[in-house]
């Protein structure tokens, strides 16, 4: 399982670090994903972090966000750097399980944490 | 990006009805899609990956079918706690995106 943690309230322009800790597998050896929902809104993914340590991100987010692993710790992070009020929603980390095809959907997610971008 | 298109939006039915959902993409995505659940302040869970291979631990009543760009979500005998948001999601290219939801109403 996993469990996300870092979320709150960031006034617009603002950094913040969401960190997901998982269990019972290493983010290391897995593929990791950041997906987001704003409030009353669909589902809306954000990053991927490859066990290659490849990375891709949304173009919504592409520039601002980043991704990263501690194998020390067993975690997956997301650091959110000029923070728009766009950006309000509830994160959900995830494993993701790459197809044949490349890409991935996602079997395992956390229950989210809450980013609320506001002055 | 690809478009996925879900129908109807809402859908209202019963205990014990069938229900199906529509997903459509709107390029060919041979049978790279995913189904997820999702009950209000919850994590979306995932049923069905393949396009039909249900997820271990969900129940058979669940099934999908479909490739190419027409796909469906098909649920036999509703049950109590079927009655929450489906999403598609496609993983056929760079970047994945997700249907907007149905919502599933008793």
């Known amino acids: 399982q996993v469990a996300e943690s870092g979320g709150g309230l960031i006034q617009p322009g603002g950094s913040l670090r969401l960190s997901c800790a998982a269990s019972g597998f290493l983010v290391t050896s897995n593929h990791m994903s950041w997906v987001r929902q704003a409030p009353g809104k669909g589902l809306e993914w954000v990053s991927v972090?490859?066990?290659?340590?490849?990375?891709y991100h949304a173009d919504s987010v592409k520039g601002r966000f980043a991704v990263s692993r501690d194998s020390s710790k067993n975690t997956f992070s997301l650091q959110m750097n000029s923070l728009r009020a766009e950006d309000t929603a509830v994160y959900f980390c995830?494993?993701?399980?790459?197809?044949?095809?490349?890409?991935?959907?996602?079997?395992?997610w956390g229950k989210g944490t809450t980013v609320t971008v506001s002055s | 990006d690809i478009q996925l298109s879900q129908s109807p939006p809402i859908v209202s039915a019963s205990l014990g009805d069938r229900v199906t959902i529509t997903c459509r993409a709107s390029q060919g995505i041979e049978m790279w899609l995913a189904w997820y659940q999702q009950k209000p302040g919850k994590a979306p869970k995932l049923l069905i990956s393949?396009?039909?291979a249900l997820e271990s631990g969900v129940p058979s009543r669940f099934s999908g079918s479909g490739s190419g760009t027409q796909f469906t979500l098909t649920i036999n005998s509703l049950q109590p706690d079927d009655f929450a948001t489906y999403y598609c999601?496609?993983?056929?290219?760079?970047?994945?995106?997700f249907g907007q939801g149905t919502r599933l109403d008793i």
């Open positions: 995830a494993r993701a399980v790459r197809a044949a095809g490349g890409m991935f959907y996602m079997d395992v």
């Open positions: 393949g396009a039909s």
């Open positions: 972090l490859y066990n290659s340590g490849t990375t």
């Open positions: 999601q496609h993983y056929s290219t760079h970047p994945i995106t």
